[in-house]
């Protein structure tokens, strides 16, 4: 979506958006489930546990933490990951009032 368009759009929406892309992808899940599962993480460690190379790993971290969804602490040469607990809140809130939604009306569309 282009930059000029976004304006279209409510708040919500785009950070609706924003959340589906960076989910949109299964090394992100497969991430994201691996940091859940041990609450922690190295970089190096999820590149054994994924099976991807670390530059593919650290672009799909890249991601996850411009989302907010998970945060970085940098020990000596590596960086610890773990789930940004407040944000992660504040997405499941969302995702769940968006996914909740019912549907009107009972007439038959097709």
């Not at 460690?45 to 672009?59: F, H, K, M, R, Y």
């Not at 607990?85 to 995702?95: F, P, S």
Request: glycine share 8%.
């Amino acid at each position: 979506m282009g930059i000029t368009k976004t304006d279209k759009f409510t708040d919500e929406q785009n950070k609706l958006a924003t959340i589906a892309k960076a989910l949109g992808h299964p090394a992100r899940i497969a991430i994201l489930q691996h940091l859940f599962k041990i609450d922690s993480c190295i970089c190096g460690d999820l590149v054994t546990e994924i099976g991807l190379a670390q530059p593919t790993i650290s672009q799909h971290l890249k991601e996850l933490k411009n989302l907010g969804i998970i945060k970085g602490n940098i020990s000596g040469t590596s960086v610890c990951y773990c789930i940004d607990q407040d944000e992660w809140q504040q997405i499941t809130a969302l995702l769940s009032q968006f996914l909740s939604q019912k549907i009107e009306g009972v007439g038959d569309c097709c």
